[in-house]
Nanobody
Framework: VQLQAFGGGLVQPGGSLRLSCVAS????????MGWYRQAPGKQRELVAD???????YYIDSVEGRFTISSDNAKNTVYLQLNSLKPEDTAVYYC???????????????WGQGTLVTVSS
């Protein structure tokens, strides 16, 4: 299983970006997918996640500004980042909890990070 993330970049404060992450490989089912971020000198933190049933979770600092969504048929998760602030600057990592085969357990997988820089 591989996760590939797209969409980072440089944006001015108040701007928007959309991140995408595609899971590929041997996948029987996906329990949930989400996004973490790690700012310089800080620990990695969960930003948002979404279950296969569509239930979402956001950390308080992004609630109302970020929107997570998914396309289950495409094994893809999106993160729409609006009203970006300099403190949102971080490397964003895609994460997924996946059952690769029918009789296996669920495992955690990570994509490569994508850098989001919010600066004027």
């Amino acid at each position: 299983v591989q996760l590939q993330a797209f969409g980072g970049g440089l944006v001015q404060p108040g701007g928007s970006l959309r991140l995408s992450c595609v899971a590929s490989g041997t996948i029987f089912s996906i329990n949930f997918m989400g996004w973490y971020r790690q700012a310089p000198g800080k620990q990695r933190e969960l930003v948002a996640d979404i279950t296969s049933g569509g239930r979402t979770y956001y950390i308080d600092s992004v609630e109302g500004r970020f929107t997570i969504s998914s396309d289950n048929a495409k094994n893809t998760v999106y993160l729409q980042l609006n009203s970006l602030k300099p403190e949102d600057t971080a490397v964003y990592y895609c994460h997924a909890n996946i059952k690769p085969r029918r009789y296996s357990g669920y495992f955690d997988y990570w994509g490569q990070g994508t850098l989001v820089t919010v600066s004027s």
